[in-house]
């Protein structure tokens, strides 16, 4: 299905704005502010407080999938997932960037979005 890293980043970025998981630039932003400033896990927490996490993560789940798929199963459990993640640093990091991309693109997708309405 997708032939790289890359394009499934693109089209998980893209999804997260056209499903409207995440609406606008501003919610992104705050996203991003938390994942860069407080972690991975920060964030999941910080999407669970906005009742975002179910959706965020069927749009993630392509990419976790990919990145790390030893630690990333299908199933509901993304509070081990997290956890998980946190006892290996090199694939924290990894992730932690991963996201920041996603979350990147989509907040250019939401700002070319909101110019086309």
């Known amino acids: 299905m997708y032939s790289s890293l890359e394009?499934?980043?693109?089209?998980?970025?893209?999804?997260?704005?056209?499903?409207?998981?995440?609406?606008?630039?501003?919610?992104?932003?705050n996203f991003l502010g938390v994942l860069s400033g407080d972690g991975v896990y920060a964030m999941w927490v910080y999407a669970k407080s906005k009742g975002k996490d179910e959706k965020l993560m069927n749009e993630l789940k392509p990419v976790l999938q990919r990145i790390v798929p030893d630690k990333f199963r299908d199933g509901n459990d993304y509070e081990s997932f997290f956890k998980e993640i946190a006892e290996d640093l090199p694939t924290l990091l990894f992730v932690k960037d991963i996201l920041e991309r996603i979350l990147t693109y989509a907040r250019y997708h939401a700002k070319a979005m909101e110019g086309s309405r």
């Open 7 to 29: 394009s499934i980043i693109n089209d998980v970025a893209f999804k997260i704005v056209e499903r409207g998981v995440l609406a606008d630039k501003g919610e992104i932003d």
